[in-house]
């Protein structure tokens, strides 16, 4: 078959990476490419995926493992995609707490499937807030082997892609790419915002154009990685809801609001909790990535009697404790307003990473 274009969008949870693909997947369809994207997470039932879908795009999902550790689910996505949608670019979202993708994932596919795809350069996405915080010493709000993940994260990339740029002003932004430039001399420093549309196109240009040398061969402790990812407790929950003409943007708040304030109250680190209201074509997407003043609602979900909702939670805790305060939540919000159906519910810390593959 013809080869495929493959960019990896990697970067730690909250940093943006579905908001980024979803943008360029629209620019490509609106140029007539045929696009094709592949989601990734620890269990079933994402909220990215759903998003993705949402929006009229062909979407793969690897579930149950990262890429590194299920690569032959990959590249049955690949295929999938190329076969069967014709894809001239494919987007694919890693794990957020997932490193060493030179070696696990790139290198790998370079070596067996070369006349299958074109990797592009490796670009990690990053939050300002929390890169601040590691290129200055800290640990982004995170546990210190949590941490280590993201420094390994910008330590293997190709590109660096500073996102959500339109939270800063013009010069705190210069002195942040300077710093992260210093930090990481060998590595093409770039920003973005979907949100004003500035530094979108240019990044797709300059992986677009470019193979991936897959020459950044981390030194990573497994034993501190694998820790690092088993710090936190991951929840994905599908709920049906039934109500007389419900307004579900006002749950969603409902949600959110009462997450945040469980998480403030526990004084718990969040990776990342995105919760997702679906009424047919209409929705609307919550999001925490930090603490209560990271929490944002786009869209809108309207009225109806039915919806669905999709809950995924990354919090520093143990699973059973963020189950409960996941559920202590649904309850209080929802009441006896709404009747509810629990469609999929699983929660779990994830296993120690183990790679199919591993070149250096």
Not at 87 to 99: F, N
Not at 165 to 180: A, N, R, V
Request: charged share 20%; glycine share 8%; proline share 3%.
């Amino acid at each position: 078959m013809n080869q495929t274009r493959l960019i990896i969008a990697g970067g730690f949870l909250g940093a943006g990476k579905t908001t980024l693909i979803w943008d360029i997947a629209q620019r490509l369809v609106a140029q007539g490419k045929r696009v094709g994207l592949i989601t990734n997470d620890q269990a079933p039932e994402l909220v990215d995926s759903q998003l993705l879908r949402q929006a009229g795009l062909r979407v793969a999902e690897v579930a149950g493992s990262c890429f590194c550790c299920n690569f032959d689910g990959l590249i049955s996505s690949i295929k999938s995609l190329h076969n069967e949608a014709e894809a001239d670019v494919i987007l694919a979202e890693p794990v957020g707490s997932c490193a060493d993708l030179t070696a696990t994932i790139v290198r790998p596919l370079k070596q067996y499937h070369n006349t299958e795809v074109i990797v592009s350069p490796l670009t990690v996405l990053s939050d300002p807030a929390r890169l601040k915080s590691i290129i200055y010493g800290g640990n982004a709000g995170l546990h210190d082997d949590a941490a280590y993940i993201y420094r390994k994260q910008l330590e293997e990339s190709e590109v660096i892609l500073i996102t959500k740029t339109d939270l800063l002003g013009e010069e705190e932004l210069e002195k942040l790419i300077k710093d992260t430039c210093t930090c990481f001399p060998h590595t093409k420093v770039m920003s973005a915002s979907v949100n004003n549309g500035t530094g979108v196109a240019e990044w797709f240009a300059e992986v677009a154009n470019r193979q991936g040398e897959g020459t950044k061969i981390l030194d990573i402790d497994y034993d501190k990685y694998a820790h690092g990812e088993a710090v936190l407790g991951w929840l994905n929950g599908t709920v049906a809801l039934t109500g007389s003409n419900a307004y579900w943007d006002v749950l969603l708040k409902d949600i959110m609001t009462g997450i945040a304030k469980a998480i403030k109250k526990e004084k718990l680190r969040v990776g990342h909790i995105k919760v997702i209201a679906e009424n047919g074509k209409q929705y609307a997407v919550g999001n925490i990535t930090g603490d209560a003043s990271t929490l944002q609602i786009r869209g809108t979900a309207g009225m109806s009697n039915n919806a669905k909702l999709i809950i995924n939670a990354r919090v520093e805790t143990s699973p059973e404790n963020l189950d409960n305060l996941i559920r202590n939540v649904l309850v209080h919000a929802i009441g006896n307003k709404y009747n509810d159906e629990i469609l999929a519910w699983r929660y779990l810390m994830p296993g120690r990473p183990n790679p199919t593959h591993r070149i250096v």
